[in-house]
């Protein structure tokens, strides 16, 4: 029988790729959108949910539940990003992002495992980011929301291995997908302190996503980790660069780690 797998924000960018590699590959895939029928064109099944609403969640997956009877792998992928100097970010859009990027993860988790736990069999696949593993800056909140998603993949990890469910991280570096067009910006305020450093930031991250790598390379590694019996708990996906970051900030001292990256992003 096909593997049904749940891609959540399957309606474009990587969980769009994914979704669509996946299908390919063999599995029986469905995707999410707070509204599908805007993506009338997208070549996988997409199911109305909105990662907020633990209502619009419990529907979609008994949508699936009650068409497949099972399902076999979760790959939590929808977020937002979102940038700004910490200090004038409004509350409320930080709200926004944790709850998307990581309550919304979580309040898919609830509804999702009571089905594997019957089954005593699953997967799970977070996507963090490799922004998780490190406070960038006028990036801090989005490194805060994947990071809390790492961390929390590990707790899940050890507690469900002997449901004979594996939970693995994904985090990916910049890729070419729309996530810019759906990026809250805290407005560049005139006069502030902040205002010439954040606003070298914002060119340098925009460039960063405009000259990404194609998003199927992320798609092809999800692909690889499924066929793993033991699957591994962090993999990144992304350029040498931004692999080998994570690998000088265990490496290097804290002050010169930091130093380096205020010279990365002009500060």
């Known amino acids: 029988m096909s593997k049904i797998v749940l891609v959540t924000g399957g309606s474009s960018g990587i969980g769009k790729s994914i979704a669509v590699y996946l299908k390919e590959k063999g599995y029986t895939v469905y995707g999410t959108s707070r509204n599908p029928s805007r993506y009338p064109d997208n070549p996988v099944t997409l199911v ?30 929808a977020g937002i990003g979102i940038t700004g100097p910490v200090e ?44 998780g593993y490190m406070g960038l800056p006028y990036r801090g909140i989005y490194s805060a929301s994947k990071g809390a998603l790492e961390i929390v993949t590990e707790a899940y990890r050890m507690e469900c291995a002997h449901l004979n469910i594996h939970f693995s991280n994904v985090a990916p570096g910049d890729f070419a997908t729309n996530i810019a067009a759906g990026r809250f910006h805290a407005p560049v305020v005139k006069g502030s302190d902040y205002a010439v450093g954040y606003s070298k930031t914002l060119e340098l991250i925009d460039e960063h996503v405009n000259d990404g790598n194609d998003p199927m390379e992320v798609a092809y590694k999800i692909h690889e980790i499924l066929q793993e019996k033991k699957p591994g708990i962090h993999y990144k996906v992304g350029s040498f660069l931004q692999k080998f970051s994570i690998v000088l900030k265990k490496i290097l001292p804290e002050k010169r780690y930091e130093n380096m990256l205020k010279k990365h992003y002009k500060l």
Do not use: C, W
């Open 48 to 77: 109305a949910m909105d990662v907020k609403d633990s209502n619009s969640i419990d529907q979609a997956v008994s949508q699936i539940i009650e068409k497949e009877s099972k399902i076999d792998i979760l790959i939590n992928n």
């Open 88 to 131: 004038e970010t409004p509350m409320d859009e930080v709200h926004g992002a944790m709850d998307t990027n990581f309550y919304g993860p979580l309040r898919v988790l609830q509804s999702v495992l009571p089905h594997m736990r019957k089954r005593q069999s699953g997967r799970i696949i977070n996507i963090t980011s490799i922004a």
